[in-house]
């Protein structure tokens, strides 16, 4: 087998069936053992959480507020993939794929609830007096020093991996992206090139990288604090205005907004009954596009996020838990939907899918074009990539060095994040499909040494959830 054959295999079984079904059944677990929190409390979870977004917050050193913790997860986590990862889910899975993604969402908020309460209650303040954790302490500080091995797998391989879904392909997103929209409005990104690595490459993509990279070292120099400040301000506008963009479409063509549900219920478990006839999906295929999407759209059972919200300045872990289940659903529920409903409803008034097949953004670039027209729709589309892709690279430089300071101490991190920023340069010029597939594998294996702690420590979790609610009826 050649490395890129061997490379696929593994990703196929990193998100391969029995994984999904692993993370997926970790949420269900999980979801027993705190009695279904994230239905029987979700007005409370909003009410504490976006529901407290215009609270004044405050962090003391070396902390950021819960606010700009989940801002900070939130980055990572609304990426690209909320727009061509979902699209390429519903035209290789159908519509049906939705109504998987969707699920997996809903047990998904309580794997991330878990990850976060004990990514608060076992984190440590490390040389500088910044709190750190995620699955690697609470490994270490919940199973115990005999289980450190597994912390140290899960460092090793979320060190690796966001030099890749973090870095590379997140820029090489930003400058295919701008490049693409210079182009709609009438310019040529292909007049002025070079050969780098044995690739032409447009002298704009070189510059694109460089200011990415700037921008990122301004910022991750800056610290947690810097890098929440950022993001808390970045992710609101981003989200908002892809948010109103994706329902004016959708209001645009409420008429067939009906029709498109009954396809997404249809398609999700007769795929075939959905698109009225055969495309080559299978019901299969269209479960394990919909809750691999959704898995890997909000990281639920990953075990990144908690590395942000182990920053918080709140001291109750479950308080900040509940910032988890919001996160999910945000990412999911809210903006994966928009996104889905944006490209059926383009579907529905003309935009060609080949059913069965990969797609990327285009799709949905041409969905918001039957509203705005071509070059409006090309900027939306580029402009909320750029912004996703440039968030999500921010909160990776935040995850690879927490990871790379658990295995090699607080002094070596700058080492980390200079290579991080240089890397970022070379990412936004080389095609990088097997970087895709090396990133895509790494970043799913990191679940299992995070999933065996999640069920390892699900007692803990249950009993400080208990606990919370209790004092909760007793302030009543």
Not at 148 to 154: N, Q, R, S, T
Request: with cysteine; proline share 2%; glycine share 12%.
């Amino acid at each position: 087998m050649t490395f890129p054959e061997i490379v696929n295999f593994l990703n196929g079984i990193a998100w391969g069936p029995w994984m999904l079904i692993l993370l997926v059944g970790t949420g269900i677990y999980l979801s027993w053992r705190v009695n279904f929190l994230q239905f029987r409390k979700f007005g409370y979870t909003m009410k504490q959480t976006i529901g407290k977004i215009f609270q004044k917050q405050s962090a003391g050193d070396g902390e950021v507020t819960p606010f700009q913790a989940v801002s900070t997860a939130l980055a990572a986590t609304v990426g690209t993939g909320n727009i061509a990862g979902v699209t390429g889910a519903i035209a290789v899975g159908g519509p049906g794929a939705v109504f998987w993604m969707w699920i997996s969402a809903l047990f998904g908020m309580v794997t991330k609830y878990a990850e976060v309460v004990l990514a608060v209650r076992y984190r440590e303040r490390n040389e500088k007096g910044d709190y750190v954790g995620g699955p690697m302490y609470y490994i270490k500080n919940g199973l115990g020093s005999k289980w450190k091995w597994l912390a140290v797998l899960f460092s090793l391989l979320g060190a690796i991996a966001a030099f890749g879904i973090g870095n590379m392909t997140q820029v090489n997103t930003i400058a295919g992206s701008i490049n693409t929209a210079i182009d709609a409005f009438g310019g040529n990104t292909q007049a002025a090139t070079v050969t780098l690595f044995g690739q032409i490459v447009p002298v704009s993509s070189i510059v694109i990288g460089m200011l990415v990279a700037v921008t990122i070292a301004l910022v991750l120099f800056g610290g947690i604090k810097r890098i929440g400040s950022v993001t808390e301000k970045l992710v609101p506008f981003m989200a908002l205005i892809y948010i109103i963009c994706a329902l004016i479409v959708v209001f645009a063509n409420i008429s067939s907004v009906g029709k498109i549900f009954a396809m997404i219920f249809k398609g999700a478990f007769q795929a075939k009954a959905a698109l009225g006839g055969a495309f080559g999906i299978t019901l299969m295929t269209t479960i394990q596009k919909g809750v691999g999407r959704g898995v890997f759209s909000n990281e639920a059972g990953l075990g990144s996020a908690p590395m942000a919200h182990a920053a918080s300045s709140e001291t109750d872990p479950v308080k900040q838990g509940l910032y988890g289940i919001f996160e999910v659903f945000m990412d999911t529920i809210v903006i994966c939907t928009l996104t889905s409903l944006t490209l059926l409803c383009g579907v529905e008034s003309g935009v060609g899918i080949a059913w069965g097949q990969s797609a990327g953004a285009e799709l949905v670039s041409a969905s918001f074009a039957t509203v705005f027209g071509d070059k409006v729709g090309s900027f939306i589309i580029a402009l909320g990539i750029c912004l996703f892709a440039l968030s999500t690279t921010l909160s990776w430089a935040l995850y690879g060095s927490r990871c790379f300071e658990f295995l090699f101490g607080t002094k070596a991190v700058p080492f980390y994040q200079v290579a991080f920023i240089l890397v970022v340069v070379v990412g936004a010029t080389l095609k990088l499909e097997l970087v895709w597939n090396i990133a895509d594998t790494l970043n799913g294996f990191m679940a299992i040494p995070n999933l065996v702690a999640l069920l390892a420590l699900s007692g803990v979790v249950a009993k400080l959830t208990k606990n919370h609610f209790d004092k909760e009826k007793l302030r009543k």
